[in-house]
């Protein structure tokens, strides 16, 4: 007889929230993790110097509030979190830029004569952004749950995905800064996927907000761990998983590849033939600087807010993400920044901070971004090489040699395009499910894909209670 009811392969946020969802039912968990500590995406260390705190991936967590599994586990509640009234920014030249601040008006006001319109585009869906999670956050092969919240959202990406997308705005800030969301996505646009990245992200920023963990990224999964601990589960971490574990059930929050290779003989070859297919998008180099005080930005904004999306105009952006997806490095590339000292004192010693930036490049890249993010970043803030105590940096290929699910540096662990949101990895209203008893795929590389929300490991772990034990989902929260 298996030792486990059920096996989770992998400790990152999905994983934990699998083994959460199973524990919390009464079944016997073991959690293996490939790595020495758990964390996956979402761990928290010194990279540069003694004291300085870095996120190894994820740093700021526009899901954390808006995620319907953190929802249910209350991990508000568990962690602290602090919000920034500016959810992100976006500099542009001359010292102009755009601020998605929490209070929708606010960021009305600031955009002038687009500000209007901006409201017409994002209250509704910033209104009803938890239906916005509903719907984004599970498998697209279904009939909505709130298909009035979903006809906006699909209204809007469409217009936001089609070559017309300036139509609606007049000046070029409002534009700009619905483009540095969308390229999140790492993928060209304008396009339907991209679009909706950039509408469900920013309906988020409206609502409840973008917020950063005191202490870093690692506390997010220390208190799923201690959840999942406090309800008889097991953790073991530096073991591989090479053949399938013996259990009931068994919840891979591998990509989608390694999923096909250590199952491959359990699994029928029409799967096994969607799992060799399943397409990998291209990827991130990442930067971390440790700094002898704060970014200089040249506007003072900037200084309140999380995150930034550095790359300039909508134009400039959609031109150097192009030029990624034709495997290029763009002269001038999108960074994505994060600020966390400035929220959290604990990442960095007394009146220093630490700096999380990263930028797109070709899948399988060896080139370091050192200087390329630099000099995007010393564009909007003069001075900012001056305050640079050290660095240290990962190309693409040091990105999948972190964690083999980000294939070729692919963080979304598989392309988010439109056919892959549909497909991922399979055309199914339960995609988690594969064809093989009792075995689960519960990554990004399924439904409904990159970031750090849980939302992948509890779909599966959900479809294994029902498939494998009969079991309805437990209560998650603190009191469950």
Same mark, same amino acid.
């Given at each position: 007889m298996p030792d486990f009811d059920a096996v989770v392969v992998g400790?990152?946020?999905?994983g934990l929230a699998a083994a959460v969802t199973l524990a919390r039912s009464g079944l016997s968990v073991q959690v293996i993790e490939r790595g020495e500590t758990i964390g996956g995406g979402a761990r928290t260390s010194e990279l540069t110097l003694p004291g300085f705190r870095h996120d190894m991936c994820s740093a700021v967590h526009p899901m954390a509030l808006a995620s319907e599994f953190f929802r249910r586990f209350e991990l508000e509640k568990r962690?602290?979190? %602090?919000?920034?009234?500016?959810?992100?920014?976006?500099?542009?030249?001359?010292?102009?830029?755009?601020?998605?601040?929490?209070?929708?008006?606010?960021? %009305?006001?600031?955009?002038?004569?687009?500000?209007?319109?901006?409201r017409r585009l994002m209250a509704p869906l910033a209104q009803q952004a938890d239906l916005v999670s509903d719907f984004t956050g599970n498998t697209l092969v279904r009939v909505p749950r709130h298909p009035i919240t979903a006809l906006q959202f699909g209204l809007r990406s469409l217009e936001q995905g089609l070559a017309t997308w300036n139509a609606r705005f007049?000046?070029?800030?409002?534009?700009?800064?619905?483009?540095?969301?969308?390229?999140?996505?790492?993928?060209?646009?304008?396009?339907l996927a991209t679009a909706g990245v950039a509408l469900s992200l920013t309906s988020y920023a409206h609502a409840r907000g973008w917020p950063i963990p005191i202490g870093g990224s690692q506390t997010i999964v220390d208190a799923l761990a201690a959840d999942l601990r406090a309800h008889g589960g097991?953790?073991?971490?530096?073991?591989?998983?090479?053949?399938?574990?013996?259990?009931?059930?068994?919840?891979?929050?591998?990509?989608?590849?390694a999923l096909g290779e250590i199952a491959r003989a359990a699994l029928p070859q029409r799967y096994l033939k969607s799992l060799k297919n399943f397409q990998y998008g291209n990827a991130v180099a990442k930067v971390d600087f440790a700094l002898s005080g704060p970014v200089p930005w040249t506007n003072p904004e900037l200084h309140g807010t999380g995150t930034l999306h550095v790359g300039g105009?909508?134009?400039?952006?959609?031109?150097?993400?192009?030029? %990624?997806?034709?495997?290029?490095?763009?002269?001038?590339?999108?960074?994505? %920044?994060?600020?966390p000292s400035t929220f959290d004192q604990s990442r960095a010693p007394e009146g220093k901070h630490v700096l999380w930036a990263y930028t797109h490049v070709p899948r399988d890249s060896t080139v370091d971004a050192t200087e390329a993010i630099t000099a995007q970043i010393e564009r909007f803030a003069p001075g900012f090489r001056d305050l640079i105590l050290a660095s240290t940096h990962q190309t693409a290929r040091d990105m999948e040699n972190y964690n083999p699910n980000y294939v070729g540096g692919d963080i979304a662990s598989g392309a988010p395009s439109l056919a892959q949101l549909i497909a991922r990895p399979v055309v199914s209203p339960d995609p988690w499910r594969t064809p093989a008893k009792g075995i689960y795929l519960g990554s990004s590389s399924a439904a409904p894909g990159p970031g750090v929300h849980g939302l992948v490991g509890w779909h599966a772990a959900k479809s294994a209670l029902e498939h494998e034990?009969?079991?309805?989902?437990?209560?998650?929260?603190i009191g469950g």
């Open positions: 400790a990152g946020p999905n962690i602290e979190l %602090v919000t920034p009234e500016a959810s992100f920014g976006h500099p542009l030249d001359d010292g102009r830029a755009g601020i998605a601040y929490r209070d929708i008006e606010r960021t %009305v006001e600031m955009l002038g004569r687009d500000g209007p319109a901006w007049r000046l070029d800030v409002a534009p700009a800064m619905l483009s540095g969301v969308a390229a999140h996505s790492i993928r060209p646009m304008p396009s097991e953790i073991v971490t530096g073991q591989s998983v090479t053949e399938l574990p013996r259990a009931k059930a068994v919840i891979f929050t591998t990509s989608a590849r105009s909508r134009e400039e952006i959609a031109r150097g993400e192009r030029e %990624v997806h034709e495997g290029k490095h763009p002269a001038s590339p999108y960074v994505l %920044v994060a600020q034990f009969g079991l309805q989902p437990p209560e998650l929260g």
